[in-house]
């Protein structure tokens, strides 16, 4: 487990990363990215991996269809797994293709127990698989399901106990959730079972004013950042991640919210040891 937060390795920033190795507690990288055979891709990774701890960050196993997950996505992950030796691997709670049609998004599932079944037996496929534990994390929603049975703590932490798997707490997902469909983040972290967490995500989305979007394109604003505090105080310490996908900003930039994650969380353990 790293000891520090990282950033989401992403291309504009790979280069220089490699060249002047800037302190970076850990880098995350969608799995999928790097499926296929690209040799220079893969070289760069694996000298990055040398000196990073890594994390691989799944959007495509859509573990919540009623379909059961791609086997030919679960052998090109274990290539991953096998090859570059992660720390994490995680994925989200939702599903995003049936019967061999893709959605380009994570979309939300119902909260139920049936949903809860279906989940929990397609994550414990693919840790059989990969021969590990995997984390799902919790992911933002534009639309509510009528007949929920759980909260989405309950439901997060029914799937995780039933499957073994950890829970990667993305924050800024649960900001998103409570600002769409008023929701209680607060509520939230105080209701999962803090074993569970290994890990935060933390990131900004966008406003468009009828709806707040996950774009992870805007730097971690402060009531997210509000949240980790919160999340530290009541689940602990865990690894967090700065994540930026669109409008991407300098290295040095992310580098600075990363080092505000790790001042907040030097902060907090002075704090709880005083």
Known sequence: MPARAGIGLRDPHAAEIDGTRPAIGWLEVHSENYFGHDRHRHALLRRLRAD???????????????????????????????????WLVSEHACWGSIGGLHSNNLLPLPRTREAVGVLSRHIEQVQDSLGRRIALENVSTYLEFAGAEYTEAGFLAEVAE?????????????????I?????????IAEIPAALV?????????DRGHTLIDTHSRPVPAAVWALYEQALEVIGWRPALIERDADIPPLADLLIEMRRADAFATCHVIDRDH
């Open 198 to 206: 290994v890990a935060y995500h933390l990131a900004g989305g966008e």
């Open 52 to 86: 990073y701890p890594l994390s691989l960050h799944g959007v495509g196993l859509s573990l919540g269809s009623v379909d059961p997950p791609d086997s030919v996505h679960i052998a090109a992950l274990a290539v991953l797994v096998d090859r570059y030796e992660p």
């Open 180 to 188: 769409n469909h008023g929701a209680d983040a607060t509520q939230t």
């Open 162 to 178: 039933r499957s073994g798997c950890g829970l990667l707490l993305d924050l800024n997902n649960l900001y998103v959730n409570q």
